[in-house]
């Protein structure tokens, strides 16, 4: 069946480092790819997403593209903020409005 | 954006007893609501799939006698834990679409601890 595979955490980083989050996919067909974010004590929010190879998703300075040769959808940042610590999900959709299939969520901890 | 609400928030209620969650669509209709839980440090799972006037679908291993889903408007699902074991105790998530897109709102979710 489908799946989601991500890095696991805690990942830990000093603020203006470069963050990569890496996710990997398992589907039939040409599904769409998310990446979600999660603060404390709150719900989950739409960072970026891309729907067909290739395309780019980008939001806040970070950024992921969808690779179809390498079932990837790696999430990247350049110099990343203490206030981007939280918890970030990698899914899939794999038709339109469709339930998403989430990997298991990486935290990540930014210092100053 | 479109906004999703979850009623309770929070909500601890001894075993045995039923506890009723609600999710709300706010300002959009949504044809499609997902039910999911959380478990702590773990990933979402999907519970069931909502369509407004119609039945449930819900995903093998979820009891759909215990957990019982509504969605008898456009915005509004109800997710009711009947019979509640401290094992039910979880992290609780819905999403609403409007079908025919990819894009899901989630709600802010709803812990709910059993005693």
């Known amino acids: 069946g489908n799946s989601v595979t991500q890095m696991e955490g805690p990942v830990t980083l000093s603020e203006e480092a470069f963050l990569t989050i890496n996710c990997t996919y398992t589907?039939?067909?040409?599904?769409?790819l998310f990446w979600y974010v999660q603060y404390p004590g709150e719900g989950l929010q739409l960072l970026l997403k891309?729907?067909?190879?290739?395309d780019k998703g980008s939001n806040k300075g970070f950024e992921a593209t969808y690779r179809k040769e390498t079932t990837s959808f790696h999430l990247e940042k350049g110099s990343v903020q203490v206030s981007d610590s939280a918890v970030y999900f990698c899914a899939l959709e794999e038709q339109a409005g469709t339930a998403l299939i989430f990997g298991k969520g990486t935290t990540l901890s930014v210092s100053s | 954006g479109a906004v999703v609400s979850q009623h309770p928030s929070r909500v601890i209620c001894k075993s045995g007893t039923s506890v009723k969650i609600e999710c709300r669509s706010l300002?959009?209709?949504?044809?499609?609501m997902f039910w999911y839980r959380q478990f702590p440090k773990q990933s979402l799972m999907l519970m069931a799939t909502s369509n407004e006037g119609s039945k449930a679908t819900y995903e093998q291993g979820v009891e759909k006698d215990k957990f019982l889903i509504n969605h008898a408007s456009l915005t509004l699902s109800t997710l009711t834990v009947t019979s509640a074991h401290p094992e039910d105790s979880s992290f609780y998530i819905c999403?609403?679409?409007?079908?025919?897109?990819?894009?899901?709102?989630f709600g802010p979710g709803t812990r709910l601890t059993v005693l």
């Open positions: 891309a729907t067909k190879a290739d």
């Open positions: 300002d959009f209709q949504a044809t499609t």
């Open positions: 999403s609403a679409t409007t079908g025919g897109t990819d894009t899901q709102y």
């Open positions: 589907a039939t067909g040409y599904p769409s």
